[in-house]
């Protein structure tokens, strides 16, 4: 009809604002709800409409019988009539969708804002509201977090990658907790995360552990978690169950190992032909055997072994103690006259450490007395206590190979056996154990232990074992 024609004729508008998203430091990500205006016609003058119907029922008479001919009944053009009328001023017979707490209209077909889809349901939005974040869109009830699968209604959330967390949510998968309290690691006073971590066990805690005097372990050097009981040694070593569980304990006890180690030795072609007594002893008895040694050089801060040239009593451990309650307790020690029959009298290692370090420390101190008792002459200390790290590393790394197993201190006594069997529990962490002991020795920092391995390793690599140690027998140095 003409009248309608003219009426498509008027202007007619319609905006959709995106859902804005802005960064704020860091991952907290703040989004804005999208706001939507609908401009629509509120009204038409009441002549103008009046004046365009009469011109079309004019054009009708005009027009004679053939429009008559075909004229619609007056009912059925009535209702065309309001139909039209109703579309083309945007009325809806029904109450318009409700958003949240706001009401709009939806728009109309030919108000088209472009084709999305939402990246959580993969359908069409169309038109409406909607959210846009890092590129992506999204129906409302479909911004979840990718965590809890709970739609995002807050105004600040965290992105990782392109998924969208509740800050809660992103806190509890990515805010690293400490491994002693198993609270979140506070921030330093710049907002950023400060923690500890341990080189080889990845072990994270809170910087303030340092000062507050929380244990380590004595021999794995982890620290212990608040919800763990380590053991405490009379001497007041601190020993977590992993390592407890492999320990050597007495005198007796270590004989099966000192087997093994001297069967190392003669693999080597480097066979001791005397016999030097081998002796656990206690922390307070290995410090008063040093102090009565008239040379050596011995690793700081704590020595755990000792080759003793001097004629001592030293008090030895007869009988391991139990385990209970988190103690050692019921320990029998016996006192142990040296003599000097050769140029070593013992050697001393400290009780209460797994088998692997008890073993590295024990080829240590072995490879001293090896050196003493073939005449080599004095050496400087870097390199005397770096060719004894070398055959230290030697026997972890075989053990390492070997699986960490021996026949012969599983079959020598029934205390061995005990200490075997629990070490087959736990051969996957005695293997990760005998890589740390190992890695100890590669990256020491002292210039005495750490260089002097390094530049021993680097000569015996190069040059063979038997010309290196032949070398130092003649020059007192490392071949280069």
């Known amino acids: 009809m003409g009248w309608l024609n003219k009426i498509f004729k008027g202007s007619s508008s319609h905006k959709i604002s995106e859902g804005q998203y802005h960064a704020k430091l860091g991952d907290d990500r703040i989004w804005n709800e999208p706001e939507h205006t609908v401009d629509t016609w509120s009204e038409y003058d009441n002549e103008d409409i009046d004046h ?54 939806p728009p109309m077909p030919f108000f088209s804002a472009g084709s999305r889809t939402c990246a959580g349901c993969n359908r069409e939005i169309g038109h409406g509201r909607y959210l846009s974040c890092v590129g992506s869109f999204y129906h409302p009830e479909c911004f979840r977090c990718h965590s809890c699968n709970l739609p995002i209604s807050d105004t600040e959330f965290s992105m990782s990658g392109v998924y969208p967390y509740h800050k809660s949510c992103y806190k509890e998968q990515y805010h690293p907790k400490c491994d002693v309290c198993k609270n979140f690691i506070p921030t330093n006073a710049d907002g950023l995360i400060e923690y500890r971590a341990h080189p080889f066990w990845n072990q994270k805690y809170c910087p303030s552990h340092e000062q507050d005097r929380t244990p380590r372990c004595c021999s794995c050097e ?44 003669e693999g080597l072609n480097m066979k001791i032909e005397q016999q030097v007594p081998l002796l656990l002893v206690e922390r307070t008895a290995l410090n008063e055997a040093m102090e009565g040694e008239k040379g050596g050089y011995h690793h700081m801060p ?88 070398v055959l230290a590393h030697m026997w972890v790394e ?16 029934s ?61 007192g140095t490392f071949p280069y």
């Open 398 to 413: 075989s053990e390492i190979m070997s699986g960490s197993g021996s026949n012969v201190a599983s079959s020598s006594s």
């Open 302 to 389: 704590e020595t755990r072994g000792l080759c003793l040239s001097e004629e001592q009593t030293v008090s030895t451990i007869l009988k391991r103690p139990r385990i209970g309650a988190g103690k050692a307790f019921g320990m029998i020690t016996e006192p142990y006259r040296l003599t000097r029959r050769c140029e070593v009298t013992a050697i001393l290692i400290l009780y209460g450490l797994p088998r692997l370090l008890t073993g590295s420390i024990l080829a240590h101190e072995m490879m001293h007395a090896w050196l003493r008792l073939k005449g080599y002459r004095t050496l400087r200390p870097d390199v005397e206590e770096g060719i004894c790290q």
């Open 222 to 265: 982890r620290m212990e978690p608040r919800e763990t009981q380590y053991v405490s040694l009379d001497d007041g070593r601190r020993l977590c169950l992993e390592c407890l569980d492999s320990s050597i304990m007495d005198t007796n006890e270590c004989q099966p190992l000192y087997l093994d180690i001297q069967e190392f030795y």
């Open 415 to 475: 205390s061995s056996s005990s200490t075997s069997t629990k070490k087959g529990k736990r051969s996957q962490f005695e293997k990760k154990l005998g890589d740390f002991f190992k890695r100890q020795i590669e990256f020491d920092a002292s210039p005495t232990y750490g260089d002097g391995f390094r530049d021993g390793n680097r000569a015996v690599n190069k040059y063979g074992l038997r010309n290196t140690l032949e070398h130092i027998r003649l020059t």
């Open 52 to 105: 365009a119907i009469a011109l079309s029922l004019a054009e009708q008479e005009a027009k004679g019988k053939n429009v008559i001919e075909n004229e619609v009944p007056l009912e059925e053009e009535d209702e065309q009539l309001a139909r039209a009328l109703q579309e083309s001023l945007n009325m809806e017979p029904e109450s318009p969708p409700h958003y949240g707490n706001q009401s709009s209209y």
